[in-house]
């Protein structure tokens, strides 16, 4: 079965840091863009971060020099390596695989990993 599991996350202090890791379950993965969302309680979907199967990246202006995304060399493996962590960043954090392929578009989402910035 074609999945992403996520992993990492919990309780932190304000300025402290954590890692969140997403595994594909499958190489086809290699060819998607990949990128991490975050939904606090109350609000929308929202992306965090991003990097192509290329290896572009992009980031959201509110974790931008404090996140950083990236794969590993099969690009299967997502991770989201998060510093300077503030409350406002207290969120359920998902990983997401998405291709357009002869104008279709494949999605699969990790099942969301609980991040808390609390003192």
Request: proline share 3%; hydrophobic share 30%; aromatic share 10%.
């Amino acid at each position: 079965q074609v999945q992403l599991v996520g992993s990492g996350g919990g309780l932190v202090q304000p300025g402290g840091s954590l890692s969140l890791s997403c595994a594909a379950s499958d190489s086809i993965f290699s060819i998607y863009d990949m990128g991490w969302y975050r939904q606090a309680p109350g609000k929308q979907r929202e992306l965090v971060a991003a990097v192509t199967s290329g290896g572009r990246t992009n980031y959201a202006d509110s974790v931008k020099g404090r996140f950083t995304i990236s794969r590993d060399k099969t690009k299967i493996s997502l991770f989201l390596q998060m510093n300077s962590l503030k409350p406002e960043d207290t969120a359920v954090y998902y990983c997401n695989a998405d291709l357009i392929q002869n104008g279709r578009e494949y999605t699969y989402w990790g099942q969301g990993t609980q991040v808390t910035v609390s003192s």
